[in-house]
C-alpha cells in the first residue's frame, strides 16, 4: 500500500541552524501539507502546497518557514534558523484531491530537537 | 474559532470491551477525520465520514457524525491490546480553502490484556 516517507526520523540541531525536512508523499497526490506537534500537545496545521505554491498557511508558518517541490517526488520543509521552540514531531501529509473530501494519509514525522 | 475536542481525555479498558470515544467541534465542517497515533508514532488514518453522513464502519470502527449536535463518536468494538493509543478527531472547515485539518487534544486509550 502506498504511503508518505519522510526522512530523517530524527534530527538534532544547534539554535539558530538551518533544517531541511524531506517527504515523499504518495505519488497521485496532488495535495501537501505539512504539520507539527509539540510534546504534549495538539497537532498543528503550518502550510498546504498545491500546484507548485502556498495554498494556505498559519500564522506559525513564518519567513523562518518554507518549501518547496524540488523535483517530482519530494516535498521539503526548511527551516532557515532554528529556535528552541521549533522542537516538535513535524508531519508531512498528502491527499489526492482538495481535503474537504478526501483523506489525508500522514507521514510517519521526523523528531526535532534544536538545542 | 473551531476546534476538534476529544473526551474522555483517557480511556482505560479490558481486551475485550467496546471503547467510545468523543469529539465535539464548534463551526460546519465538509468532513471529521479520525487518525490514530502510537506513542512517538506517525498519524494513522482510521476513517473520514462526510458532512452529509451519519455513520460510518469500517472493521471494528464504527463512528456517527450528528452536524446539529457538532459531535461525532468512535467506537471500537472487541477491543485489543493493539488498539492501545491515542486517537485524535481532524476537521476540515467548510468554506475553508484547501483543508488544512483542525486537530482535537486526542483521547488516550489503553486497552489491558
Known amino acids: 500500500e502506498p504511503e508518505v516517507t519522510q526522512t530523517p526520523s530524527h534530527q538534532v540541531t544547534q539554535m539558530g541552524q538551518e533544517v531541511i525536512l524531506r517527504c515523499v508523499p504518495i505519488?497521485?497526490?496532488?495535495?501537501f501539507y505539512w504539520y507539527r506537534q509539540i510534546l504534549g500537545q495538539k497537532v498543528e496545521f503550518l502550510v498546504s502546497?498545491?500546484?507548485?505554491?502556498?495554498?494556505?498557511k498559519s500564522e506559525i508558518f513564518d519567513d523562518q518557514f518554507s518549501v518547496e517541490r524540488p523535483d517530482g517526488s519530494n516535498f521539503t520543509l526548511k527551516i532557515r534558523s532554528t529556535k528552541l521552540e521549533d522542537s516538535a514531531m513535524y508531519f508531512c501529509?498528502?491527499?489526492?484531491?482538495?481535503?474537504?473530501?478526501?483523506?489525508?494519509?500522514f507521514g510517519p514525522g521526523t523528531r526535532l530537537t534544536v538545542t | 474559532s473551531q476546534q476538534g475536542e476529544e473526551d474522555p481525555q483517557a480511556l482505560s479498558i479490558q481486551e475485550g470491551e467496546n471503547a467510545t470515544m468523543n469529539c465535539s467541534y464548534k463551526?460546519?465542517?465538509?468532513?471529521l477525520q479520525w487518525y490514530r497515533q502510537n506513542s512517538g508514532r506517525g498519524l494513522v488514518h482510521l476513517i473520514l465520514?462526510?458532512?452529509?453522513?451519519r455513520e460510518k464502519h469500517g472493521g471494528r470502527l464504527r463512528v456517527t457524525l450528528d452536524t446539529s449536535k457538532k459531535s461525532s463518536s468512535l467506537l471500537i468494538t472487541a477491543s485489543r491490546a493493539a488498539d492501545t493509543a491515542s486517537y485524535f478527531c481532524?476537521?476540515?472547515?467548510?468554506?475553508?480553502?484547501?483543508?488544512?485539518?483542525?486537530f482535537g487534544k486526542g483521547t488516550k486509550l489503553s486497552v489491558k490484556p
Open positions: 505519488s497521485n497526490h496532488l495535495y
Open positions: 465520514i462526510r458532512s452529509n453522513e
Open positions: 463551526t460546519s465542517i465538509n468532513n
Open positions: 481532524a476537521t476540515d472547515a467548510q468554506g475553508g480553502s484547501q483543508g488544512n485539518l483542525i
Open positions: 501529509a498528502s491527499s489526492e484531491g482538495a481535503g474537504r473530501i478526501y483523506e489525508q494519509y
Open positions: 502546497f498545491y500546484n507548485n505554491e502556498i495554498s494556505e
